[in-house]
């Protein structure tokens, strides 16, 4: 199996990185969390579908929280879309729904009515876009690729 520690660069700091692994030395899950100042963002966490349902994904932040210890982080976030399993996973390990809104792709097929450019350029051909959780039901009518983002935070103890 190829080292995947050898394509990847070294994370900013501070930040921790961990990867967990079966007794035969097989990655079954990773976490990321990048910081900045007061707060500290789990990028990625993924555990393998073969190894789900063995809190592996709940052991790497409960291993990697004390590791933020003297960094200056007083919160920790995470951002993440529809996923009812990764949603009810962060509420279940202590997380709270801070805020929502909407990421909407804006591509092929859709509507580009009163979108403009500047002179000489063209229509516009791809968009990313947010828009209030309140504007729910008009983008989703609108648009076929709407997506609720939620951002969950948990304090640091400290």
Same mark, same amino acid.
């Given at each position: 199996?190829?080292?995947?520690? =050898?394509?990847?660069?070294?994370?900013? &700091?501070?930040?921790?990185?961990?990867? !967990?692994?079966?007794?035969?030395?097989? *990655?079954?899950?990773?976490?990321? *969390?990048?910081?900045?100042? !007061?707060?500290?963002? @789990?990028?990625?966490?993924?555990?393998?579908?073969?190894?789900?349902?063995?809190?592996i994904a709940t052991t790497l932040p409960e291993t990697a929280v004390p590791?933020?210890?003297?960094?200056? =982080?007083?919160?920790?976030?995470?951002?993440?879309?529809?996923?009812? =399993? !990764?949603?009810a996973w962060y509420r279940r390990v202590g997380f709270v729904e801070l805020?929502? /809104?909407?990421? *909407?792709?804006?591509? &092929?097929?859709?509507?580009?009515?009163?979108? @403009?450019?500047?002179?000489?350029?063209?229509?516009?051909?791809?968009?990313?876009?947010?828009?209030? *959780? &309140?504007?729910?039901?008009?983008?989703?009518? +609108?648009? +076929?690729?709407?997506?609720?983002?939620?951002? /969950?935070?948990?304090?640091?103890g400290g």
């Open positions: 199996m190829a080292d995947p520690g =050898a394509r990847r660069p070294e994370p900013a &700091e501070p930040s921790v990185a961990l990867v !967990a692994e079966d007794p035969d030395g097989t *990655i079954v899950g990773i976490l990321d *969390i990048g910081g900045e100042g !007061a707060l500290a963002t @789990i990028d990625t966490v993924a555990v393998h579908p073969d190894h789900q349902g063995r809190r590791l933020l210890a003297g960094t200056g =982080a007083t919160e920790l976030d995470a951002w993440t879309r529809e996923d009812p =399993a !990764a949603n805020t929502c /809104y909407l990421h *909407i792709f804006v591509g &092929e097929g859709d509507d580009p009515t009163g979108f @403009i450019t500047p002179d000489g350029l063209g229509r516009p051909v791809l968009a990313f876009l947010h828009a209030p *959780i &309140e504007r729910e039901e008009e983008m989703r009518a +609108r648009f +076929r690729r709407v997506h609720v983002c939620r951002r /969950y935070v948990q304090p640091l």
